[in-house]
């Protein structure tokens, strides 16, 4: 009996861990809607799970017993393929084990966190309000004029590339596993098999990634300088290594330096860097649990854009930093230390290694020397799927505070075209633009036409300025 308990135990650990397409498809999508669970006994049972867990890992039932267990249920219960199963379980049990042994949360609390709203209005560490200590004396809002003469800067922004390294073209393009197009996976019919250039099922092989180079470099003459808003490898989850994910944040970078060596790439963490995705531990978290192997590599790799001390440490500590470059201050985020995802955060939520209050005192020195910032982060605050509301609100207040300082905000993880408006605490101010970013383009390639072509074309689908 106390066998059987243990096993079903740790299918639910495991699901409550995988990533959103995992989780959501199974944890929310199939208890409720196969087994007519209602939300609370949802709740209940989620509850009665990880009370068990946690009591298990203070019995100090062994891990290997524990990830034997699980895989095993996971197989039997039929919720998951029997491959993934094997693989996505190792993948969190120790960031799992780890911080249910170290948050101060109780059970009802970590529930309540992962199934939102399904175990009532219980305590939510996300939802908590804290506060960055943010310095008064906001210069006043100057009226916003177009600059006339044409001094611009055209800048490229790119985002959530998410390169598949085992993309096969002719394998199923839409499959039951969460993402297709890739080995094991057979060959597909001829209305379901994965292009050249890709589908829109899957992440990209290299070769359109190749291409997207190809083509920048032969019109770099048309922007200065990148922001590359994170996301660099594929969706996954359960069959990535660290050493996997460093290859492919190299090797993406390579390609960058390769076609563009003359263009500064800026860049922001994404939360599919990290191996377990989403897990991002502040950097109290030392020993093998850090994420050091990420941002060592990362930092070298950069170096030549991480071109102060500063910058070159607080990256390499936190992934965040502060650069001046062209009379801008670029300021990137972890927006990781935002993410609901990130279960690091079960442990302390408030301002993750102090990066807010870092960021206010950038901003007042920018304000002091007179200079305009750009802030660069991968998980855009306001995103309350994924940005916590607590990071959020003290987001929205620092960038009110900095208003005339900051000139542009970039994110990615949303894989959309879009533009978000930060409503302002007072009532009834009238709008007003945020920023100097005069106007904004976006390229496409229309990927069914270059695998029917096999001639991939970039090409630009609208200006911001001349459509709204
Ligand atoms: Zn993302």
Not at 80 to 106: G, N, Q, W
Not at 123 to 148: A, E, L, M, R, S
Not at 162 to 174: C, E, I, S
Not at 252 to 278: A, C, Q, R, T, W
Request: proline share 6%.
């Amino acid at each position: 009996m106390e066998k059987k308990g243990c096993s079903f135990v740790f299918l639910c650990l495991a699901l409550l861990y995988v990533t959103r397409p995992v989780l959501l498809a199974s944890l929310k999508g199939i208890d409720l809607s196969k087994s007519g669970l209602g939300s609370s006994i949802l709740c209940d049972t989620c509850i009665g799970l990880v009370t068990t867990v946690r009591k298990l890992a203070k019995l100090h039932v062994s891990q290997e017993l524990i990830e034997k267990a699980a895989i095993e249920y996971c197989e039997k219960s039929g919720r998951a393929d029997e491959r993934i199963c094997k693989l996505i379980i190792p993948e969190f049990k120790d960031e799992v084990l780890y911080v249910f042994d170290h948050t101060a949360l109780s059970s009802r609390e970590i529930c309540g966190t992962v199934l939102d709203d399904k175990c009532g209005s219980t305590y939510d560490p996300f939802n908590q309000q804290w506060n960055v200590t943010i310095p008064g004396g906001k210069p006043p809002i100057k009226p916003y004029h177009p600059p006339k003469v044409n001094i611009t800067n055209r800048i490229l922004h790119i985002s959530d590339i998410h390169w598949d390294p085992q993309y096969t073209p002719g394998l199923q393009a839409r499959c039951d596993e969460p993402l297709c197009c890739r080995p094991p996976l057979p060959k597909g019919d001829p209305n379901n098999s994965a292009g050249a250039w890709g589908d829109a099922h899957c992440d990209i092989p290299l070769q359109t990634v190749v291409n997207l180079m190809e083509h920048l470099n032969a019109t770099q003459d048309q922007f200065e300088w990148i922001y590359m808003t994170g996301d660099l490898p594929a969706h996954n989850d359960w069959s990535q290594t660290r050493s996997g994910q460093v290859d492919i944040f190299n090797k993406m970078i390579d390609l960058f330096n390769e076609y563009l060596p003359n263009k500064p790439v800026f860049y922001s963490f994404g939360n599919h860097e990290s191996d377990p995705v989403n897990s991002f531990p502040p950097n109290y978290i030392t020993g093998s649990n850090s994420i050091s192997w990420l941002y060592d590599d990362a930092a070298d790799k950069l170096k030549k854009w991480l071109n102060t001390t500063d910058a070159y440490n607080t990256f390499k500590s936190g992934g965040y930093y502060s650069v001046d470059y062209n009379g801008i201050r670029i300021i990137s985020l972890q927006t990781n230390y935002c993410n609901k995802q990130n279960w690091w955060l079960l442990i302390n939520g408030t301002d993750p290694d102090g990066m807010l209050q870092w960021f206010v005192e950038k901003l007042l020195d920018a304000e002091k020397k007179g200079m305009k910032v750009h802030v660069l982060g991968h998980i855009s605050p306001g995103d309350g799927a994924d940005c916590s509301n607590a990071w959020s609100a003290n987001y929205k207040k620092i960038a009110l505070r900095f208003e005339n300082t900051i000139a542009g905000q970039f994110f990615g993880h949303c894989h959309e075209d879009r533009f978000h408006f930060m409503v302002d605490f007072e009532p009834n101010t009238p709008p007003r633009p945020y920023g100097q970013v005069l106007d904004h383009d976006t390229y496409i390639l229309n990927i069914t036409d270059a695998n029917l072509t096999n001639k991939p074309k970039w090409i630009h689908e609208y200006s911001a300025k001349f459509l709204f």
